[in-house]
């Protein structure tokens, strides 16, 4: 994303780095929290969730970190904190005592989840454990 005036950014609701009044830390954004074998259901609705708010970019990669001395590195830090706050409120409490409080970044903490807990794609694996 191009740096600019960070008043564009954080007043423009179709800005990644726009975070609205009614979002704060202590929000739940899934019905369902991780306990580890719903890995799948629960990434798929988190994805959901962080696309409405339009965060998806800050754990998939496409939003890289400004630079630390640009303009826009408050407001990165900002919303990826609210990112990683929403995605440890939906996490089993047996997590948060393990390596995820750990994770620097929300993009990070997404990974770890991923490569702990991807079982690959289990429509695949059904499909063919029918055949």
Same mark, same amino acid.
């Given at each position: 994303?191009?740096?600019?005036?960070?008043?564009? !950014?954080?007043?423009?609701?179709?800005?990644? *780095?726009? =975070?609205?009044?009614?979002?704060?830390?202590?929000?739940?954004?899934?019905?369902? #929290?991780?306990?580890?074998?719903?890995? !799948?259901? @629960?990434?798929?609705?988190? =994805?959901?969730? $962080? /696309?409405? /708010?339009? %965060?998806?970019?800050?754990?998939?990669?496409?939003?890289? %970190?400004?630079?630390?001395?640009?303009?826009?590195?408050?407001? @990165?830090?900002?919303? &990826?904190?609210? #990112?990683?706050? @929403?995605?440890?409120?939906?996490?089993?409490?047996?997590?948060? $005592?393990?390596?995820?409080? @750990?994770?620097?970044?929300?993009?990070?903490?997404?990974? *770890?989840? %991923?490569?702990?807990?991807?079982?690959? &794609?289990?429509?695949?694996? *059904?499909? !063919?454990?029918?055949?």
């Amino acid at each position: 994303m191009e740096e600019g005036p960070i008043v564009n !950014h954080a007043g423009d609701p179709t800005s990644p *780095y726009y =975070i609205h009044p009614n979002d704060n830390h202590g929000d739940i954004l899934v019905s369902h #929290i991780l306990v580890g074998d719903n890995y !799948h259901a @629960w990434s798929r609705a988190m =994805i959901f969730a $962080l /696309k409405t /708010k339009n %965060k998806l970019q800050f754990i998939n990669g496409t939003l890289s %970190k400004p630079h630390p001395n640009g303009a826009l590195i408050a407001l @990165w830090r900002r919303c &990826d904190a609210l #990112i990683l706050s @929403w995605i440890s409120n939906s996490l089993h409490k047996h997590f948060l $005592l393990n390596n995820v409080l @750990w994770q620097v970044t929300s993009s990070e903490l997404w990974k *770890y989840l %991923k490569d702990r807990y991807y079982q690959g &794609d289990r429509s695949f694996s *059904y499909m !063919h454990a029918c055949m």
